[in-house]
């Protein structure tokens, strides 16, 4: 049977949410499921990484793989693909394990696939190109395939599986402890994650400035229980921070409801928000491809309908 490994970055004692969906994703595959994590708290969250697919977890809570960037993982990882031969190893594509799965695929001269959209076989994944415009099948090839995977491309559905643990016990040399972790700093944000949360409310260029973001953040205020997001333009403009960006090169989010206030719907920005339930758009260009995607748009300039907006939920709501 083929085997079928999952690398789960941990942070502040808790396993990656992405790299559970990808433990549900390859749960389903006719494979031996295994999960590696290193770090401290490793062992504490091997359990809810076999509820979520993995019958087999290697652990270490050295201290070592949080103090030092990426080299130690890889070094530990790389040593236990040589020893138990996984035919493929999954990453969630975020800094970390990016930079874990590169230097693997150097080390082991395994094929690295960057990302996939879902993860079909021990050999197979697939890919969006053209912006989302084209789904690609790829085929990897030799004895270890790496494959990073895109988050939100599955629902994280945990099972009553339960994971033997095995300890990691790698020795790291100190030529590999030379890019040290002296801070770690958490970006405030008040509300829900853009992730996480079930209302998107999301801004293009069509605002106009930086400032009238603020509306936004508004309206998430009296809807509750939802985050702001942005387009790459104004991102690259400097208006919010890239944390906020939406599509291709930025998040996937899925929310109940999406609204897009001033976005013209190009195919890098769709792609990562294509999966809402229910789409809103605003825009003042009654051909924006945004209203393709709508189910329901409004024709009109969102810096006139965003405070009436707010005002109706207000009263809705009971609000002042
Ligand atoms: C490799 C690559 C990766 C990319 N990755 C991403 C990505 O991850 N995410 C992303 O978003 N983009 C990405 N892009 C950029 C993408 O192609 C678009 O350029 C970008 O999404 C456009 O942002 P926008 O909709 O804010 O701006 P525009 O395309 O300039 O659209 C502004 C819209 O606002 C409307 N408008 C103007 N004034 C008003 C008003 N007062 N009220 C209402 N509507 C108004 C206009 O009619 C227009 O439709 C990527 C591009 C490349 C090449």
Known sequence: MAKVWVYVEIANGKADATALEILTRARSLDAEVSAVVLGPGA????????????????ASDDPV???????????????????HGPDVVLFATNYDSRDVAGRLSAKAGAPLMSNASDVTGPSTATTAAFGGQTIVDVKLEGPLKLVLVRPK????????????????KAHIPDELKKAKRVERHAEETSGPKLEEASV?????????????????????????????????????AGWVPYAYQI?????????????AFGISGATQHVVG????????????????????????????????????????????????
Do not use: W
């Open 153 to 168: 491309s599955f629902d994280a559905e945990p099972s009553d599986g339960d994971a033997e643990v095995i300890s990691v």
């Open 247 to 259: 599509g291709q090169t930025g998040a996937t989010v899925k929310p109940g409801i999406y609204l």
């Open 200 to 236: 998107v409310i999301a801004g293009g260029r069509g605002l106009g400035e930086a400032g009238n973001f603020k509306l936004l953040d508004d309206l998430a205020a009296v809807i509750g229980n939802a985050a702001v997001g942005a387009t790459r333009a104004v991102v690259d």
């Open 273 to 320: 928000m294509k999966g809402a339930s229910k789409i809103v758009a605003v825009n003042k260009d009654e051909d924006a491809p945004i209203f393709s995607f709508a189910d329901v748009g409004v024709v009109g300039d969102a810096l006139k309908v965003l405070p009436q907006l707010i005002e109706e939920v207000q009263r809705r709501k009971g609000g002042p």
């Open 65 to 83: 793989y949080e103090e030092y960037i990426a080299q130690p993982a890889a070094h530990a990882l790389h040593e236990l693909v040589v020893e």
């Open 43 to 58: 062992t504490g969250v091997a359990s809810e990484l076999g509820r979520y697919g993995a019958t087999t977890v290697y």
